[in-house]
């Protein structure tokens, strides 16, 4: 298990506890019924994110999170790209603080992984409520 986490352009490095990141992912995934394999965070700015958007998934908008799947069978592997600059726009539209949008970007990344998918009808509310349950697990072990 390995998981990895970088910056990229004008990003500076979100202050999140890595460790209990990488102990949480792992406990998320096992619910799943997956192991982690290699799990490399990106954080970036919007600039990034709509530069990545473009070059390997052809939108030409800005998101928060942008997910490239590398799992093999049960071995869930992957390079999570986030972008700090919509996480905290979409914090401030939704009413939420930085930190919690922030876990959960982070988390909604190693759902798609899991495959839970939200884009398609009734989608969004499966991957909501997976979202709320695995922040509910980080907030246990705290």
């Known amino acids: ?14 202050d999140i506890d890595q460790r209990r990141i990488r102990c949480w992912v792992p406990e998320v995934a096992a619910s799943y019924g997956r192991r982690v394999g290699e799990i490399n965070y990106v954080f970036v700015d919007d600039e990034r994110i ?4 473009r ?19 049960r071995i869930i592997s992957g390079d999570l790209y986030i972008s700090l600059d919509t996480v905290l726009s979409n914090a401030q539209k939704i009413g939420t603080t930085y930190d919690q949008e922030l ?12 495959g839970i998918n939200d884009k398609g009808p009734g989608e969004r509310e499966i991957m909501e409520a997976a979202e709320d349950k695995a922040l509910a697990l980080l907030q246990a072990d705290h």
């Open 103 to 114: 876990r959960r970007v982070i988390i909604h990344g190693v759902l798609h992984l899991c």
């Open 55 to 73: 070059q390997f998934l052809g939108h030409d908008y800005y998101t928060d999170i942008i997910t490239f799947d590398y799992s093999q069978g």
């Open 50 to 53: 709509l530069e990545v958007n």
């Open 1 to 14: 298990m390995d998981i990895t986490f970088n910056t990229e352009g004008r990003a500076q490095m979100p």
